[in-house]
């Protein structure tokens, strides 16, 4: 019966428990109210989406106008995050004393080095340095919706400009030369990028209408200036507490990812790593206060699109398959789940104090799951959940304290 059942079917289908479809209400008693969807398409960009909808209710208020109008510009971060992310590679090799091939390898330096993806702090560094946009003055181009012609292409000048500065090394130049040779590289990156996704918008009048329908215009804005206008979440009181209980890994410690980063010097990653019952008290904390909690997860598992429903009861495999998940310190310590997908938790309901179901602002429209997006059962966060963002003034004087630690590196391609 469970073979036809399979085979006829398929086996999400007939293996689904609808009885945890109809537990999972799509009604929370705290809520942000609703804003309009970000489309990622296919341009790999969920982490700056999952900031933008971070940020957006902030500088809609500030602004004072309907969030649903409101739009920023994705195009504008990714080109520079692009261009960042360039230097910062560049950066390793000259500063590197060992820039052998195997070395390079086993440390993955070169291989990731100005891929499509990101973090909170890349996010930050980028708004921090080139500030925001609004989406009409920096619309997405082209290949912004399919990112993986220029993710090839970009990479591959890259890492011919890498291979000239290890020939430049192997000469003994000095720093200066390098330097220079950094320089020619980054103007020609600038250029290339240009030409794909269209060149930065670095003055413009910002013409819009507020709440009460009144006509508002500030003219000859930079990004920088919009930023420092209409964006009042201080953004760099924002930090990563992660849950990350694989075999390597400590509760109470702090731990960064080696090379990655986009603005060289000012986005290292950088996570405290608490038990899972701190992230949600955090994240409660923040939601309480109308702030939207920035998140990484592993949602390929547990997840049904029609009903946007997250639930690691939601299939059962045990009784018809004979299989038993992983754990989740299995699962992180044996590389089968990562932080693939950055979303926003915008909602969640509780009962006697306790989360039951979270809302999550996802970045693919509003035409799957429930307007967007996902309700996740309080048992998801638990298994699937491995960071969330929220600003320190949340944290206890003890949490605080460990913020202060140095960092323990971690490898480019451990499961954060």
């Not at 020609?188 to 215009?217: C, H, M, Q, V, W």
């Amino acid at each position: 019966m469970i073979e036809n059942a399979i085979t006829k079917n398929g086996m999400e289908n007939a293996c689904i428990n609808r009885n945890v479809i109809i537990e999972n209400q799509p009604v929370f008693n705290i809520e942000l109210p609703e804003s309009k969807r970000y489309h990622q398409k296919d341009s790999w960009r969920c982490w700056i989406y999952g900031g933008l909808n971070l940020i957006k209710h902030n500088i809609a208020q500030n602004l004072n106008i309907d969030i649903m109008k409101l739009e920023l510009s994705n195009n504008h971060i990714a080109f520079f995050d692009k261009l960042e992310k360039s230097n910062n590679a560049y950066e390793n090799i000259i500063k590197l004393e060992n820039t052998d091939f195997d070395y390079l390898y086993k440390e993955k330096i070169v291989e990731y080095c100005v891929s499509e993806g990101g973090y909170w702090e890349w996010f930050a560094a980028i708004i921090n340095k080139y500030g925001i946009l609004p989406y009409s003055y920096s619309p997405n181009a082209v290949e912004s919706n399919d990112y993986s012609k220029i993710e090839y292409l970009y990479t591959e000048k890259v890492k011919k400009d890498i291979l000239k500065l290890i020939n430049l090394k192997k000469q003994n130049v000095d720093l200066e030369t390098l330097e220079k040779a950094k320089e020619e590289f980054l103007q020609e990156n600038y250029i290339l990028l240009s030409k794909i996704l269209g060149e930065p918008t670095l003055e413009f009048d910002y013409e819009y209408r507020d709440k009460n329908g009144d006509y508002k215009r500030y003219e000859k804005l930079t990004p920088i200036e919009f930023k420092n206008k209409f964006l009042t979440l201080e953004l760099n009181n924002y930090v990563t507490i992660g849950n990350i209980p694989m075999y390597n890994k400590e509760y109470y410690k702090m731990y960064s990812k080696k090379y990655m980063q986009s603005v060289c010097g000012f986005s290292q990653v950088r996570y405290l790593n608490l038990p899972i019952e701190d992230l949600k008290k955090l994240a409660i904390k923040q939601l309480k206060d109308g702030i939207p909690v920035y998140m990484g997860a592993h949602i390929r598992k547990f997840r049904d699109m029609e009903s946007g429903i997250l639930d690691t009861r939601l299939y059962n495999y045990e009784e018809t398959l004979g299989l038993n998940k992983l754990s989740k310190s299995e699962a992180l310590s044996l590389y089968d789940i990562s932080m693939h997908h950055v979303m926003v938790f915008t909602g969640v309901n509780l009962i006697d104090n306790k989360p039951q179901r979270w809302k999550i602002e996802d970045s693919y429209g509003d035409e799957e799951k429930v307007n967007g997006y996902y309700i996740m059962n309080d048992n998801f966060f638990d298994e699937f959940v491995l960071s969330v963002i929220v600003d320190k003034k949340y944290l206890s004087n003890e949490q605080l304290e460990m913020l202060n630690q140095k960092p323990i590196e971690f490898d480019v391609e451990e499961p954060f």
